[in-house]
């Protein structure tokens, strides 16, 4: 079955440290995105991706980096310049420019240490 | 800009009772309107969408859900609720601009269901 892989599930970062988020999805779509969750803010667009080798910043892009080197996977950086990373990631995907609505990944829930 | 406003934080209904979750939004042409479920610790699942046309659409899982172009609302419903309804639902508001979709979400309402 197609879908979104987000890996891994549970992640733990020390100060300082880059942690990278990984994305893969195998539904052939051409728009990915990165989506943080903290409670009670819903979902803040930090990337977003139309094509390949382009993307661009959504609202809350401070402290994040990504790539977008091949169609099926859009990775995030998380940048020791982010200074509250604390966070439950999600990475979405659509076909593009269709009006479908967004698939999404299970998550990937970061802590700091 | 677009904007969307589920202005219940937490709803509680008893098992077998209606539902009715709010959802207002703000966008400069006619909207495409989703809602989403969460679970905890998961990603959001589609619940049902408007693009347009019939105003009361049918989703998953029994919900549906009638767009007001009036109110700006686009409220979903469930006659009876189930133990498993309970969740994280979402609102959002979006269109396709010069070929990028991009949507905006609520903050989110949760519901919890009582025996």
């Known amino acids: 079955d197609g879908g979104i892989t987000q890996s891994p599930k549970y992640l733990f970062r020390k100060e300082g440290q880059n942690v990278t988020l990984s994305c893969e999805q195998n539904l052939n779509h051409d728009a990915m995105y990165w989506y943080r969750q903290d409670p009670g803010q819903g979902l803040r667009l930090i990337y977003y991706s139309q094509i390949v080798n382009d993307f661009q910043k959504g609202d809350i892009a401070e402290g994040y980096s990504v790539s977008r080197e091949k169609k099926e996977s859009f990775p995030l950086t998380v940048t020791s310049a982010q200074k509250n990373p604390t966070a439950f990631y999600l990475c979405?995907?659509?076909?593009?420019?269709?009006?479908?609505?967004?698939?999404f990944g299970s998550g990937t829930r970061l802590t700091v240490v | 800009a677009q904007s969307v406003t589920q202005p219940d934080i937490h709803i509680t209904v008893s098992e077998g009772a209606s539902l009715e979750l709010r959802c207002n939004y703000s966008?400069?042409?006619?909207?495409?309107l989703f809602w989403y479920v969460q679970s905890p610790g998961q990603g959001l699942q589609l619940l049902l969408k408007?693009?347009?046309?019939?105003?009361l659409v049918q989703g998953i899982k029994g919900f549906e859900a009638e767009f007001k172009r009036s109110q700006s609302s686009f409220n979903l419903r469930k006659p009876s609720v189930h133990w498993s309804d309970a969740a994280e639902y979402f609102c959002a508001v979006g269109g396709v601009n010069f070929g990028n979709e991009k949507l905006t979400f609520g903050t989110g309402t949760r519901l919890t269901i009582i025996p």
């Open positions: 979405a995907s659509t076909p593009g420019g269709r009006g479908g609505g967004y698939t």
């Open positions: 966008y400069g042409a006619t909207p495409y």
């Open positions: 408007y693009f347009s046309g019939d105003t």
